[in-house]
């Protein structure tokens, strides 16, 4: 059975893989970002997207983990592989600098949902945290993938409550 402890021993006993990566999403951001901004700032900007929705699901993922570690499992942050925990969220950070600087966020396509997604995520982790601190899993082994549904669950009741709260119409129903 696969959980999220086994991927990050996988990656903490193969740490080139992912320093190839953290270090590849930023650099090649940069680079090409760079020089796509000389030829054409649309181009640039269609171009940025893609790593600064790479570096945000990173960095909320990463985040969400070493929360998780911190608030469920109680062990020092300071025990924690620096590669595995840390390096990515700085990775995530220098893309996100990069890809701004190749096109303005504000510019990039679908950059405003992402903002949607990091409150949907902060909010279901608060409802997991509350469901932990009153005993709610207490003594249940849960699957990674029943957990991800459950996230799933809270995010949609949470995106619909949003809609509700600033009035738009619900998602099956055009706006009129």
Same mark, same amino acid.
């Given at each position: 059975m696969y959980s999220i402890d086994?991927?990050? /021993? $996988?990656?903490?006993? *193969?740490? #080139?893989?992912?320093?190839?990566?953290?270090?590849?999403?930023?650099?090649?951001?940069?680079? +090409?970002?760079? /020089?796509?901004?000389?030829? #054409?700032?649309? /181009?640039?900007a269609l171009f940025a997207t893609f790593p600064t929705h790479l570096a945000v699901l990173q960095g909320v993922s990463i985040l969400c983990v070493v929360l998780y570690t911190a608030f469920f499992l109680h062990k020092s942050l300071l025990a924690l592989n620096v590669v595995v925990y840390y390096l990515p969220l700085v990775s995530a950070g220098a893309a996100l600098a990069a890809s701004n600087y190749a096109a303005p966020f504000e510019a990039q396509p679908g950059f405003e949902r992402l903002s949607g997604l990091c409150?949907?995520?902060?909010?279901?982790?608060?409802? $997991?945290?509350?469901?932990?601190?009153? *005993?709610?899993?207490?003594?249940?082994?849960?699957?990674?993938? #029943?957990?991800?549904?459950?996230? +799933? =669950?809270?995010?949609?009741?949470? *995106?619909?409550?949003?809609?509700?709260?600033?009035?738009?119409?619900? =998602?099956?129903?055009?706006? #009129?």
């Open positions: 086994s991927g990050l /021993a $996988f990656l903490a006993r *193969h740490p #080139s893989l992912l320093l190839a990566y953290l270090a590849a999403l930023p650099a090649a951001t940069a680079v +090409l970002g760079a /020089a796509l901004k000389r030829i #054409s700032p649309r /181009a640039a409150l949907m995520a902060a909010l279901a982790f608060g409802a $997991f945290f509350v469901l932990d601190r009153l *005993h709610f899993f207490a003594g249940v082994f849960i699957p990674l993938a #029943s957990l991800l549904g459950l996230f +799933l =669950a809270i995010s949609a009741v949470f *995106h619909g409550a949003l809609r509700r709260v600033r009035g738009e119409p619900p =998602a099956d129903q055009p706006p #009129s």
